[in-house]
């Protein structure tokens, strides 16, 4: 699952990853393990690998 959020929306959602690209196309952005919103571009799986390379 991953963690998004809208600027419209105060309460994040969780949505199965093969969804992330249709929830971007309606505003929302995922959301990294640190807390921040990570803009569109890029694939899913890069986003779930970013910010965990040592």
Same mark, same amino acid.
Request: no cysteine; glycine share 12%.
């Given at each position: &699952? +991953? $963690? &998004? $959020?809208? /600027?419209? +929306? /105060? @309460?994040? !959602? /969780?949505? *199965?990853? !093969? =969804?992330?690209? @249709?929830? #971007?196309r309606? %505003?929302? @952005? +995922?959301?990294?393990?640190?807390? $921040? *919103? !990570? %803009?569109?571009? %890029?694939? *899913?799986? =890069? $986003? @779930?690998? #970013? %910010?965990? #390379? =040592?």
């Amino acid at each position: &699952m +991953v $963690r &998004m $959020r809208h /600027e419209g +929306v /105060e @309460q994040e !959602i /969780e949505v *199965a990853e !093969i =969804s992330v690209t @249709q929830y #971007e196309r309606s %505003g929302w @952005q +995922v959301v990294v393990d640190d807390g $921040r *919103a !990570i %803009g569109t571009k %890029g694939t *899913a799986k =890069s $986003r @779930q690998t #970013e %910010g965990n #390379e =040592s």
